[in-house]
T-cell receptor
Framework: EAQVTQNPRYLITVTGKKLTVTCSQNMNHEYMSWYRQDPGLGLRQIYYSMNVEVTDKGDVPEGYKVSRKEKRNFPLILESPSPNQTSLYFC?????????????FGDGTRLSIL | GNSVTQMEGPVTLSEEAFLTINCTYTATGYPSLFWYVQYPGEGLQLLLKATKADDKGSNKGFEATYRKETTSFHLEKGSVQVSDSAVYFCALSPIKAAGNKLTFGGGTRVLVKP
């Protein structure tokens, strides 16, 4: 089954404790990205990757890191999480990085930073 | 820059009522337009899309027409069911952009009562 898998689905942690949210897709997609969803703001892009070893900032990259060492995986790293990073996070992928294409989304990761 | 504005919710309807969710956009160039749906506890699923002016996207009884002259992409369904209760997001992605970034509206929560 074609899917984007995120882990964990839920995490409660404390300020400053490094965490990683994993994202894996089994569709051989070129393009992957991370979004955060906040009430009334919709989803905003954090980082994206157009291919292996090619990543770039989205609209709200501060406090986050990413890497793309393999085509299928695109982890999101919070090196020193803060309460303003409490949010619902989604990983997404598409076959190509060309604009205008629909994206496949994971089921989300709800992070609470105390 | 690009932006999407959609009506705020929640929208509460009775079963078999007519649903309209307004969406307008601002974009440089010619974007593809999308409606995504998020059911409780799940990720976003593509509901429908349109890639050029006057295109009509349709799926599961939902329709939306790409109106370039009014920069709108309103979502409609003639007879809603309880199972249509969800959050609906309007989004755009510029076709000629390097990077398939989606710009989302704030989302509209729809609640259908029996």
């Amino acid at each position: 089954e074609a899917q984007v898998t995120q882990n964990p689905r839920y995490l409660i942690t404390v300020t400053g404790k490094k965490l990683t949210v994993t994202c894996s897709q089994n569709m051989n997609h070129e393009y992957m990205s991370w979004y955060r969803q906040d009430p009334g703001l919709g989803l905003r892009q954090i980082y994206y990757s157009m291919n292996v070893e090619v990543t770039d900032k989205g609209d709200v990259p501060e406090g986050y890191k990413v890497s793309r060492k393999e085509k299928r995986n695109f982890p999101l790293i919070l090196e020193s999480p803060s309460p303003n990073q409490t949010s619902l996070y989604f990983c997404a992928s598409s076959f190509t990085y060309a604009g205008g294409r629909p994206q496949h989304f994971g089921d989300g990761t709800r992070l609470s930073i105390l | 820059g690009n932006s999407v504005t959609q009506m705020e919710g929640p929208v509460t309807l009775s079963e078999e009522a007519f649903l309209t969710i307004n969406c307008t956009y601002t974009a440089t160039g010619y974007p593809s337009l999308f409606w995504y749906v998020q059911y409780p506890g799940e990720g976003l699923q593509l509901l429908l899309k349109a890639t050029k002016a006057d295109d009509k996207g349709s799926n599961k009884g939902f329709e939306a027409t790409y109106r370039k002259e009014t920069t709108s992409f309103h979502l409609e369904k003639g007879s809603v069911q309880v199972s249509d209760s969800a959050v609906y997001f309007c989004a755009l992605s510029p076709i000629k952009a390097a990077g398939n970034k989606l710009t989302f509206g704030g989302g509209t929560r729809v609640l259908v009562k029996p």
